[in-house]
C-alpha cells in the first residue's frame, strides 16, 4: 500500500483531516532528513515548518486512541 493510499484510509475513518496537509508534512520532513542543508537560516526555517504541525501529531495520536478504545483495540 502506497503512502498516498494510507493518507487516503486514515482520511476516510477521521484519524487525519486533510491529505494534502499530510504530504506537505512528508516534503518537510524528506527535506530535513534527505537533504543536506548547509545554510543555517534555511535549516532554521524548515525546523521551525516542522514544529508547527507538534499541535497537529497530539491531535492525530488523541484520534487514533479513541478509534483504537471505540474498537476495543487499545
Known sequence: MSFIDILDKL???GIIENVDEWMKIRKIRNIITHDY????????FFLGKALEY?????EVI??????LK?????
Not at 70 to 74: G, H, I, T, Y
Open 62 to 67: 488523541n484520534r487514533i486512541e479513541k478509534y
Open 11 to 13: 482520511e476516510k475513518i
Open 37 to 44: 542543508l548547509e545554510d543555517v537560516e534555511e535549516i532554521k
Open 54 to 58: 507538534v499541535s497537529l501529531f497530539r
Open 70 to 74: 471505540d474498537r476495543k483495540r487499545l
